[in-house]
């Protein structure tokens, strides 16, 4: 019950405020922002999602010219939600976009009908229509830009004050993180846009049967090239070379950093491979949108300790065998068979430009974050806070007060949002809310035996339950054990050659978890809401991520705590 309860509003609340009739939900972003988000960043990566977002779909004209920017994300708790009733203006002002397509990119099923606003004329919506509908089959050439912009930016921070580092990150702030949050947009809705219309192609309609679903994971397994899927083929790789070498005892035995340095600076084969890894995989972790997390080049715990597992037991999980022409699944009866196999192909593309774009925004975001790690070295000499960490807890307009001298009580501030962040991590809430989200417990399922939730990655597996929160969570996994998170995270991959399957909390068949969890054959249930909750340490169960159910087999839930 604890848990449930919001923590209590402060003076220096950063909450949104919302209408009661706005529809807000947790879907979509809570897989790119899981948990709490800190102030810094949800003054820079925040923003730019809400305000790339609305550049996005002033491209085509959903918003108009001399319009505002509506507000796309939302914060509350500190914790990151979409604006559903924003997103609606695409279905009101350009032909061929329809809410039901909206709720189903975001929610993954679709809403009852309801009223969604005026609609713009048929002449408007037919101009926008054609602008929306051919961006979106131009997406190869907005790969190219985020890759170009990727590579190219950086920001220089040596030997520059707190406040000069502060006012580059500020410009470069609107003039490259919403540039690259943009051309993501536009990047990955080609991906949903061919979901979203394979899986009513499917349904026959914008009723989403179950079969559909399950379909969906047969027909998106085994897509090749997909970048986040590479991380674990890399690690396996590595493994590969060094086992039965000279540098197997060495690897086996040193500290991670010590590993993580030796493999960078020796010139063999398996140096040169590792080198390779971090130049292209470096940037990533756990919640790696979020500037207070360490990339795995800075932290390379995760890496190092899923390496050695490697070497010692192969892979649990294999890599999924790509379906041939002949080997398309049953389709429900009166179901185009054609236009699902163009459709397939299609969102397979989609998948690989998604999971592309999603890897150089992140890299984009990398070098905020460097430059964020710099100015709170800066800060910290030039006696403006007491500590490095509490530069996350303090937003960018916050900061320009503290490095201008006028930023008394910031320090106390700053103190008071670091000790209720923990608290503010642990909260859940619903997956859609009218107005400002409130949030709950998870409801326990009846019988307590069986579960079900949503279809993801197909296939059976059985084993013992272990809840995986935090990095020491994450290292402690065993070989076979079924793995129960909030969410899907390409900072859990290097983990998933231990594993036997997978059961989170939220994310659906294209969260980017679950692509590399369908590219090496691994079972998956996703949208399990209280999973992290009902499932305990030791329990041992049976996932089926072909029809999205969990059963308990052996085991009880610890009773609640107030």
């Known amino acids: 019950w604890l848990q449930a309860r919001p923590i209590t509003a402060l003076a220096d609340s950063l909450d949104s405020i919302v209408e009661p009739e706005e529809l807000i939900t947790r879907c979509n972003i809570g897989e790119m922002m899981p948990g709490a988000v800190t102030p810094l ?26 319009e505002p920017d509506p507000s796309f994300i939302e914060n509350f708790e500190g914790q990151l939600f979409m604006n559903l009733s924003s997103m609606y203006l695409m279905s009101q002002r350009v032909l061929g976009a329809t809410p039901e397509g909206t709720e189903l990119s975001i929610l993954g099923s679709v809403l009852p009908p309801h009223d969604i606003g005026p609609k713009s004329s048929q002449a408007v919506r037919l101009i926008n229509g054609f602008r929306y509908f051919g961006g979106l089959f131009a997406w190869k050439g907005k790969v190219k830009k985020l890759e170009r912009l990727a590579k190219e930016y950086s920001i220089e921070t040596d030997g520059l004050s707190a406040a000069d580092i502060l006012s580059r990150i500020r410009a470069d702030h609107s003039r490259v993180m919403n540039r690259a949050v943009t051309l993501h947009y536009a990047a990955s809705a080609f991906s949903g846009a061919m979901n979203v219309a394979l899986t009513m192609t499917l349904s026959g309609g914008t009723v989403i049967s179950d079969e559909s679903k399950r379909l969906i994971t047969e027909l998106l397994s085994g897509v090749d090239g997909v970048e986040s899927a590479a991380v674990l083929e890399g690690l396996e790789e590595l493994a590969s070379i060094i086992k039965g070498t000279s ?27 590792y080198t390779a890894f971090i130049k292209r995989h470096g940037h990533r972790c756990i919640r790696e949108a979020e500037l207070r997390e360490p990339e795995w080049e800075l932290e390379p715990g995760h890496l190092i300790e899923s390496l050695r597992a490697l070497i010692q037991t192969p892979s649990r999980v294999k890599k999924a065998v790509k379906p041939g022409p002949l080997e398309m699944p049953t389709l429900p009866e009166g179901v185009n068979s054609g236009a699902i196999k163009w459709l397939s192909g299609q969102a397979r593309t989609g998948v690989r430009a998604r999971e592309k774009s999603k890897s150089l925004l992140i890299l984009v975001i990398h070098k905020f974050k460097v430059a964020a790690r710099a100015l709170s070295v800066r800060l910290v000499s030039e006696g403006l806070l007491p500590e490095t960490d509490l530069t996350y807890f303090l937003t960018m307009d916050e900061l320009e007060l503290l490095t201008s001298g006028r930023g008394d009580g910031l320090i106390g501030r700053a103190r008071r949002r670091r000790r209720l962040y923990p608290q503010r991590m642990e909260l859940r809430f619903p997956d859609l809310s009218h107005g400002r989200p409130v949030p709950e417990e998870p409801a326990l399922p009846e019988d307590g035996t069986n579960m079900s939730g949503i279809p993801v990655s197909r296939g059976v597996a059985e084993g013992i339950v272990r ?25 859990w991959t290097p983990f998933y050659g231990r ?14 978890g679950s ?9 998956l249930v996703g949208g399990l809401s209280g999973a992290c909750t009902v499932l305990n340490n030791g329990m041992r169960v049976r996932i089926d991520g072909g029809n999205g159910m969990v059963t308990v087999l052996d085991g009880e839930r610890e009773p609640a705590t107030a």
């Open 499 to 512: 594993v036997a399957g997978m059961v989170t909390e939220i994310g659906g068949a294209l969260s980017h």
């Open 467 to 491: 809840v995986v929160k935090t990095r020491e969570d994450a290292e402690a996994l065993q070989n076979g054990e079924i793995m129960v998170a909030q969410f899907t995270d390409i900072g």
């Open 515 to 523: 692509v590399v969890a369908r590219e090496y054959g691994m079972p």
């Open 41 to 66: 960043s949800l003054s820079t990566v925040g923003q730019s999602l809400s305000t790339g977002l609305a550049l996005y779909y002033r491209s085509f004209g959903a918003i108009r010219r001399n």
């Open 247 to 273: 540098m197997e005892t060495s690897i086996m035995k040193g500290s991670s950093h010590e590993v993580h340095q030796a493999l960078l600076s020796d010139n063999s084969t398996a140096g040169r491979y």
